[in-house]
Structure formats: C-alpha cells, structure tokens
C-alpha cells in the first residue's frame, strides 16, 4: 500500500515576541527567556519573532532594556541563517504616533544593522498610502518585506468593511500601488475572523499572486476561534502560520505548536517540526518564566470579543497598566463601552495603533462620560490624520473631535503631514538629545522618536522595571478580608489585611487613621481637582497615572487655564491645568512620578 504524502506547513515562532506581548505585556526580561531561544534553535526553529511592535517600547518603557540590545541577543544565539523577523506599522514603524520619512528610513536600516532579517509591515487602515515607502525603505535596506493585511469581524449587525470582497479590493490596491513584496501575511489580531472568511480570502488572494509567494497566516484564540481559522487558512493554501509555545499559547495568544501538531494529523498536511523537541523546548519556557505573575485574562477566551475586538497582544498590556493605576476593577465596563467606539470609528483593524485608540476612547467614556473626552489617538484617526478609514465615521463623533481637538478634517497624506512638521524632523530630535546632554547616535535619535520623554529617561539611566512577579501566597488564617463602604455617598473599596489597609487601591497602615480618614475626603473624579483655604489652592490628581512632565516651578506666575504639568494614563498624556491666575508656591511632585486619584500636585497663591 502506497502511503499518502502529506504537504508540509511551516511556521514562525511568536513566543517570544507576540507571545509575551499577549500574555505579560512583554514584561519580560531578555536574560531570563534567552536561553530558551537557544533551545529553539537546537530544536530546529528556523523563523523566530524576534522583536518590533509594542515590544520595541515596552523594552524602555517597562523592562529598563535598550530594545537594539536585545535584537543584537537574539542574532549572536540564533546564528546567521535563522530567519529573524520584527513587527512595524507602516508610518507608524514602531510607535503609536506615525512618523516622517527619515525615521521609517532610520528603522529600516537601523533593524538591519541590528539583525533583523524580515520586516513584517501592515497599516491598520489597510492605506495602501501609509505601507508604500515603508516598504521601499525595507527593502532598501537590505530586508525582506512581508505586506499585510489587517483583518477582523465587524461586531455583529455591522457591515461594509471586512468580507473576503474587502480583503480582495485591499490586496487589488496594494498591487496597483506597486507596494514591494517577498512575502504575504493575513493578520487577525483580536481573533475575531470567520474561518469562511479566512478561507475564501486566501483562496482569492493566491489567485491574485500566483503560487511562488508565500502566504502566512496569523491570528489569536482571544475569541476562541483561532484554531478553526488556521485550519481554515492552511486548506485555503497557506504555506505558514504563526505559533506559540506554553505557557505563553492559546487564550490571548496563537494557537500553540503542539495543538496544530495534533489537529492535523489525519488530514494531509503535517507540520514540519520535531514534536518531541518542541514539547522540550515549552518545558524550559515554562520554567523560565516561573516567577512571572500570569493574568488570569490571558488564559481563557472572552465571549464578548467578537463585539469588541480587543487584540490579544493589547487586551493584557492594557490590563496590565489598569493594575498598574488601581483601576483594574472598570475593566468589563471599558470593554463592554468598546463596542460603540468600534462601530463608530470607521472600522479601523483593531490592531496598534487602532486597538489602543480603541480602548482608549471607550476608557474615556467609562471615566468620564460618553464622549465627554475625546482620545487624542481616536480623534485623530476619525479625523484622517492616520489615513482613510474603510468606511466614514460617525458625523457626530467626527464633529465632537473636531471641536475638541482644535482640528479639522483632513484628506492629505499621513507621511506629507508629518514631512511637513517640524516636530517629528530629525533634527528636533537631535536637539532634545542635545539639551539632555545624551550622545546623538543614529540609536538615540530613534529611541526618542519612538518613546518621547521615557526614551530621554531611559537614555539618562533613569529607567524603570515594571515588571510583575507572583507573591507569596498568603497562609489561610491571614488571609485579606474585603468590605464595600458607602460614606457620605462615595463608595470605598476596602481591603484588611493584617496590619494593612487598601482603600480603592491605595495601602495604608491600618492603625493610622488619619490616613483613611484623609482618603475617605478625598473626591473621585477623573479630572484634575482642586482644594483651596486662605486664598491658596491645591491642584490635586484627578486620576492614577505617571508625571511626565512639569511645566512650572515655585515662584512662577500662572494663569488660569495654563497647563503646569502632564499627567499620562493608559499611554494617554493629559494637562493639568492652573486653577486660577497665582503664583505656584509648591511642586508635590516629580518627573516619572507613579501618582494617585487624590494626591496633591501643586500649590498655587492666589
């Protein structure tokens, strides 16, 4: 009997970049997972996901780690001829905000010279616009390019956007836009795509390119279809698909290598693995990343992604950031509030930087009201400052933009705009550098383009880690008791614990009353508050968040409505403004500085 041959699927290693990145926010510290890649490698891994997307940022902003460093690691263990591929955005490279010609250029070259050998590229809006000079530029540089389309599910009872008919108008007009490519990938970042649909857009798709280019696939189980689609895509004619390895698979995550392994066996495709090697390989990861505090959010699927696409690799950096800010308790509202800015913003992809619009705005209407506070990211795209979207925005909500914002809508292109402020031009950057009095390498220059003012700190040696561990479990008899007050009409969250006490978020000694006494007075709002006695008030936080700037210093005159200090929250930067017209008498606060709702910020004498 002649015994059937099956076609081989290869695949690209995620767990170390969307990986951890969908699971920990990419907190993940380089010399505790490095080793592992070696294994890998030894396993016989061949294309790893080694860098780029949030992880660029997150390595500053989090890990306290030069992001070029770690790509530099990744190269010395694997070897020239493994395939090392990063994430970029388009305009957007590897940052939230979109960037000018010379830094795309500046991350072409840059990754190249760090080791990077592929350059996965997509835009959110699927703009063919926004993807063709990043594309020269990679390839330039001496880099594969990977084109690729965004993908998702609209929310149920929407339509005009995200069908096979739409993915196959997008690729018909990156091919007439004559965008470079070695390479095709579908990337479904929420998990929310129809298996039909995967499968009849890469059906479609290969009869537009023909049958030498490959196509790869990529999405995530955050909505609990993610394995269907990758049967769907690889029946479709997919060459390869994108994996992850335990404990960082599955939930959030991709699929993991074991559960395709097994899923296609009796069909006639096999993936082409070691299985024994990959099953050694997820032992040393998992006991790399023991001591890691896991979110319970990224094991499981969430029901209600499908009506509110929020990626995976988005999902837990936000969480993670909630957590950080005390605020972990608004998370189903925000999600549920995500729905309505997703079906009224244009039908962006919810990937970066569309996602974190996304969340954003639906944080703001959770906190402040709906539409009360436009997100400066959503803002801006449902104005075209990011591109055009699939389908027009809501007219109310462009219109809440516009006049909030100070801006009108635009139709020009995101790179001419850019190209024409002088804020996002090199040499601004070099003299933010200068004015630090921090070396100006090709490195630093980019590092301050992508990660504004925590770039500057990191390069100062003032960066952080934030990066969560497991605690100790607490033995039963001591274990923390928790009590819902209602005082003077405003709700405390309160939590005993031996001799502590956490009062919505905040630790005090249980035995010093006056600091609960001082925290049950203190009003919640989500904007700034002020107090004021004998002529003298008091700017105090109105939210949890980061000071990353101040603006004034004590004996400074201010007017009313002056902006003294920047607050940032959920990666949105906000004003603190001057009450009054005073002169500021005290600063409570520093540069980086993790705050509280409450907390005093300035003095100022009227």
Aim: charged share 20%; proline share 5%; glycine share 8%.
């Amino acid at each position: 009997m002649i015994k059937h041959k099956r076609k081989k699927v290869s695949f690209m290693c995620t767990a170390f970049r969307d990986g951890f990145q969908s699971v920990y926010g990419s907190r993940v510290l380089s010399k505790d997972y490095m080793p592992v890649v070696a294994e890998a490698v030894k396993a016989g891994f061949t294309n790893i996901e080694s860098g780029g997307g949030a992880s660029f940022q997150s390595a500053f902003f989090y890990n306290n780690e030069n992001a070029f460093d770690v790509m530099d690691s990744f190269r010395e263990i694997c070897g020239p001829d493994v395939n090392l591929q990063t994430l970029a955005r388009g305009v957007n490279v590897v940052a939230l905000d979109s960037q000018s010609s010379e830094m795309i250029d500046l991350h072409a070259r840059l990754f190249k010279k760090h080791g990077v050998s592929t350059i996965r590229n997509f835009d959110a809006l699927n703009d063919p616009e926004n993807l063709l000079y990043s594309a020269q530029c990679i390839q330039k540089a001496g880099l594969k390019h990977q084109l690729c389309i965004a993908m998702m599910a609209l929310p149920p009872g929407c339509e005009g956007a995200h069908t096979p008919e739409f993915y196959t108008q997008v690729l018909k007009r990156f091919l007439k836009a004559e965008i470079p490519f070695d390479s095709l990938c579908f990337k479904d970042a929420s998990g929310t795509s129809l298996p039909a649909t995967v499968y009849e857009t890469i059906q479609r798709a290969r009869k537009l390119i023909g049958s030498k280019v490959p196509i790869e696939f990529h999405s995530h189980e955050t909505a609990g279809v993610g394995l269907a689609c990758y049967l769907a895509a690889i029946q479709a004619g997919a060459d390869i698909v994108d994996l992850s390895l335990a404990p960082v698979s599955g939930g959030t995550c991709q699929p993991d290598v074991a559960t395709l392994w097994h899923a296609l066996r009796g069909m006639d495709y096999e993936l082409d693995v070691d299985i024994d090697a990959v099953m050694q390989v997820e032992e040393h990861l998992k006991e790399a990343l023991k001591d890691y505090f896991l979110p319970p959010e990224a094991l499981h699927t969430e029901p209600r992604i499908p009506w509110s696409p929020m990626p995976g690799g988005a999902l837990t950096a936000n969480t993670q950031m909630l957590r950080d800010n005390g605020l972990m308790d608004k998370y189903g509202e925000i999600i549920v509030a995500m729905e309505e800015v997703v079906r009224k913003g244009g039908f962006g992809t919810s990937v970066t930087p569309v996602s974190q619009f996304y969340f954003q705005q639906a944080f703001n209407n959770v906190m402040q009201g709906p539409w009360k506070k436009i997100a400066e990211g959503y803002g801006k795209m449902v104005l075209g400052y990011f591109g055009k979207t699939p389908v027009a925005p809501d007219a109310q909500v462009v219109q809440i933009a516009a006049e909030q914002l100070g801006l009108t809508p635009t139709k020009e292109s995101v790179l001419t705009l850019n190209d024409q402020n002088p804020n996002k031009s090199r040499s601004h950057y070099e003299k933010q550098l200068h004015e630090a009095h921090l070396p100006i390498t090709d490195e630093n220059v980019f590092i301050v383009a992508a990660c504004g003012e925590k770039g500057i700190a990191f390069l100062e040696g003032k960066g952080k880690v934030g990066v969560r561990y497991n605690q100790p479990s607490t033995p039963k008899a001591a274990q923390a008791e928790t009590y819902r007050l209602v005082i003077g009409g405003e709700t405390f969250n309160v939590k005993l614990d031996g001799s502590h006490a956490t009062v919505n978020g905040e630790v005090f000694d249980i035995t010093d009353e006056t600091h609960l006494e001082e925290k049950a007075s203190t009003p919640s709002s989500t904007q700034a508050n002020t107090s004021s006695e004998k002529g003298v008030k008091i700017i105090e936080a109105g939210t949890p968040g980061v000071i990353t700037n101040i603006l004034v210093k004590p004996g400074d005159h201010v007017m009313a409505g002056q902006n003294v200090g920047v607050v940032e929250v959920m990666k949105m930067e906000t004003f603190v403004k001057a009450p009054c017209n005073g002169t500021v008498q005290t600063v409570f606060v520093q540069k980086g500085e993790q705050i509280k709702t409450g907390q005093k910020l300035f003095e100022v004498v009227l």
